[in-house]
């Protein structure tokens, strides 16, 4: 990998992060594969001075995987708010997440979902924050999204849900409210649908860049409910029937 062009991407993005004006692409540091992404990832949240607490990810059948790092730093318990900046909106997703209790490292085979699952500690109903430091994020290519964190923002998660590998996580119906009013409801929706799919293609996806999964770590499955976006001083509740709710208020 050319190491003065991942540090010209994540700079670039860096200055977007930080109130510059959107990326029309990443032009000449453009990452060509997907091992230049994480690094481009790796190298911005190393200029936030943040930690992984996480990641987001997306294996729907027939279709391209991919995921992305979740700074820890924008991980929130809800009730809680989000700062929206004047005149701009964020994209809100409803997802099903999970946290796990120990490491996953690197070995000579695949994890079994028994296994990934037998790791994990707890799953709750999440939102996660969505905002493009694109200015039109259908005009790059995918590996140029998965460099900006396929436009990840922030997350805000609910409380565990007791005895969650009882549900049927696939078939769960889905509420979306904003504003007081409901945007989606519906039965299901992941884009691979059942949560576990990309949850286990991430676990055995992450070691070939170095990465793996780690106790106290978050993993997002996926949008059940679509991109939606919403402009600030709303409240949005999310959840799933009988696995709760979680919301966050955009200031």
Not at 79 to 96: D, K, L, N, R
Not at 117 to 130: H, K, S, W, Y
């Amino acid at each position: 990998m050319n190491n003065e062009k991942i540090q010209q991407a994540a700079s670039a993005l860096l200055a977007a992060r930080k109130g510059g004006t959107p990326l029309t692409g990443l032009g000449d540091a453009a990452p060509a594969t997907e091992a230049e992404t994480w690094a481009i990832q790796r190298a911005v949240l190393a200029g936030l001075g943040g930690s992984v607490g996480g990641y987001k990810c997306a294996a729907p059948p027939g279709m391209p995987t991919s995921a992305a790092i979740v700074a820890a730093a924008g991980i929130r318990r809800a009730p809680t708010s989000w700062a929206v900046p004047a005149g701009q909106q964020i994209g809100i997703e409803t997802e099903i997440a999970v946290r796990f209790k120990r490491d996953l490292p690197a070995r000579g085979k695949d994890y079994t979902l028994d296994e990934v699952l037998d790791a994990v500690d707890a799953a709750f109903p999440a939102i996660e924050l969505v905002k493009s430091r694109y200015a039109d994020m259908r005009a790059v290519t995918p590996l140029e999204n998965m460099a900006d964190n396929v436009a990840h923002i922030g997350f805000v998660h609910g409380a565990d849900v007791p005895n969650w590998r009882s549900f049927d996580l696939k078939n769960l119906k889905v509420k979306q409210v904003c504003g007081g009013i409901t945007q989606v409801e519906k039965i299901g929706g992941n884009p691979s649908g059942d949560p576990l799919i990309p949850l286990l293609w991430l676990v055995n996806h992450l070691p070939q860049f170095g990465l793996h999964l780690q106790a106290g770590q978050i993993v997002t499955t996926g949008s059940t409910t679509g991109l939606v976006f919403v402009n600030s001083h709303q409240k949005v509740v999310s959840g799933f029937e009988g696995f709760g709710e979680v919301s966050v208020d955009l200031v």
